[in-house]
């Protein structure tokens, strides 16, 4: 009783003695971190800002258009869905592509663009706000871009402290190659899908730092939204597997990891199979086996540790031999099934798209179609300085970073850096998902640089001023990561502590805890290195400052290389060109559209045009005409088909488009103002994929003498084909007018093989101004007059190209 | 054969140790678990038509014993992770999960 009572006294006086002088303190404290928080939030505001107006440079340089080619087929999706409604998706059969297969929309779109797009449209005319599905969907990547700045904040946040979050926010608003995919008019996939990406990064991370099923319930909603963005899901599904098999291996493994992964594997499962793109492949594909094996890895690890927790140790050790040779046995059961059921299929269970990815030769060998496109080839070495800049540099600094202290949340970032590194090296269109993990891995190198320059500067913790307030600000979530690093590395640091406490503050608690904490780094390996010394070495204040001042001349220069890269080179949006005349003026070249056009006002509804593949989606979405082919690229031989179309003379090709139904046929030249995409020069991609299916079409006998030319010395089939007749029709007078050379190609820099081309079975409908798309109809009958025919139309050219000398066209590259 | 029985007799003795609300969660356990099995001896037995409604229901088991695993842990005592967390604030995210899991399963099952 008498203890007791003393004990309480004494601990009363002890509250008593150190409360008065920590209260002033706690409050100047409290209003210090206030203050920060704000100058914090208005930072976040500015950052978001910036990022959605980095992304308007091709609004206001050309106008609000949807670019390129995929982007036009998710907006025919919206519009489709804002007029029928969310169900009618679901059902959705395009009949308008694929003649004659059709596409079943709803079960091989990924759906979650759509939906944001438009729901964003439904709130916006729910209050009466009259928007057009268009400009929605022009806006949308960069207002999603801004929300994944946040997202990035909250993801370096929650793994390192605040002053990392604003860095990593900071870079991934600005990151080029980000932008490359969420400009104005960018309407892709990856414009929401990095935003989910993080998303679900960082509440994983949240859920693995606080131990909550409600993080945890937050996680499995944002990961489903993330299943219905974009097939890189996939990356996640196995990222996390990797990150819950390293913490157990590592013994980092704890309660708060089983209620982070084990869950999120089950929702996310189910959740996957409900969109119905992926379906069963949920289930039935190697790519989603990884997540499965850790959790019966992270079950296992689980009971052993409830055992050892239950059991006194010499009979946890019987145990815990019974069970892992019962384990071994059925672990080598279950192999056997899983090994079977894999070699089964001649993916080894994988789809096509994934093992390219594993096996990057692989694409090259057996579906050149996924070999042919642009984004998919490995990137060159200086695209990675373009695209991301200063995190080159500093994106490695804070994987060093990351291992003092390391913590789950700094190991996930770990395995995410590397892992990303790896995959954007096999294929470019991959650095987008590298762009995040380098935004926070250099967002944690730049804090801790800052705030090493800014301790040099700054005089000692408690000091007021703006410097104090900058210290407090970064200082404020220290204690956090100090506590936690107390709790890992120097249990017996705290116990003493906690052994003498009387007459102690708090403070000198704190710092104590601190010199455990540094004495425990100073055994550490990485002391040799001192770069994140932290609180023992301060350099000298000339030292910092200069070192502040060079540091944010290199922030300068990043967002100033970011803002030229997004208004030079992102910003185009392929459907519309422009380029400088030498007046000085802008000449602009407006084909496409002019060709979808003359195909939407001129030709019979029901018409179908045949195309290369890319410009399928284009084609209906503007055109609105049934297409042959469209980017979707689902049936390689239905593409084989038009390939060998295209690369055949002109009685075969006549007969394969008369087969098909086909009443028009679109090609894309380049030879008359200098275009290089044209189709001549992706022919022989038609020739590899045409003769991947087909055994007649050789690809040697469309190489001449100098290899791939279209000059005198280019191969006779070459000459033969309806690609090289179309392209080439009439265009040996137009030429001359245009350039005083007869038959002169701008792009291939020759003159052009055979200058009188004659067409027998197509008859030539549209060109437009700039000869870049031309249009040919499918005759029923072959004409028998072909003399005749070509040159009523060379007199119908003289009056529509102009005469040379005044007006050239100025050559676009 | 006596290690295993030295093994069980003294898990036992620990297991009673342990308050009546965890076991009554076993119990929870005990059940679901029941429940996956006779699903997967349907599977085997009758066949896997329709896909999606055993997908749904066997993984709606093993999601429901995860859930379970989790709240049992967040409110065991000797559990030095979850410190900080009340066992009615562990209860309400239970429920919150459980409430998202059902509404996936209900629209899974077709």
Redesign the interface.
Known sequence: MLSTAADRVASASRRILVAEPSTAESTKKLQRSAAANVVCGFALAGICLLAFSLRLFSVIKYESVIHEFDPYFNYRVTQFLTKEGFYNLWNWFDDRTWYPLGRVVGGTVYPGLIWTAGIIWNVLHFFNIPIHVQEVCVFTAPLFSAFCALTTYFLAKEVRNQGAGLFAALFAASVPSYISRSVAGSYDNEGVAIFALVLVFFLYVKTINT????W??AN??SY?YMVASWGGYSFIINLLPIHCLACIFLGRM???L??AY??FI??G???A??IPVVG?NA?LMSEHFGSFLAFGVLHAA?GMLY?K????AK?YN??KA?ALSAGVAFMAVVAVLVVGYVMASPTFGWTGRSLSLLDPTYASKYIPIIASVSEHQPPAWNSYFTDVHILVLLAPLGLIACFRPMTDASLFLILYGVTAVYFSGVMVRLMLVLAPATCCLGGIAADQILNTFCKSIGPEEGSGGWVGLIKTWMDGEEPAAQSDSVSVDSRPASSSTSSAPSGRRQKSAKNKSKEAAAKEAEASPFNAFNLFGGTRDKLPRDVGIIGALFFFGMLVFYVFHCCWVSAEMYSAPSIVLQSRSPQGGVHVFDDFREAYGWLRHNTHEEAKVASWWDYGYQTTAMANRTVIVDNNTWNNTHIATVGRAMASPEHQAWQIYRDLDVKYVLVVFGGFVGYPSDDINKFLWMVRIGGGVFPDIKEPDYLGERGYTIDDKAGKAMLDCIMYKMSYYRFAEAAQMATGRYGFDRVRNTNIGVTDVSLKYFEEVYTTEHWMVRIFEVKDQPSRDVQADTTKKAKNTLKRVSPSGKNRTPPVW | MDALNDILRSFRGEYNKTPVKIQVLDCFLVYAVFTGLVQVAHLLLVGSFPFNSFLAGFLSCVAFCVLTVCLRMQIDPSNADFKGMSPERAFADYVLCNGLLHLVIWNFMG
Do not use: D, R, W
């Open positions: 131990g909550s099923l409600a945890a319930t499995a909603l489903f704890n309660s708060k089983y209620v084990a869950p089950i929702l499962t189910i959740e199979a409900s069963f289930v689980m055992i927790h239950i059991l006194p009979t019987a145990a019974l």
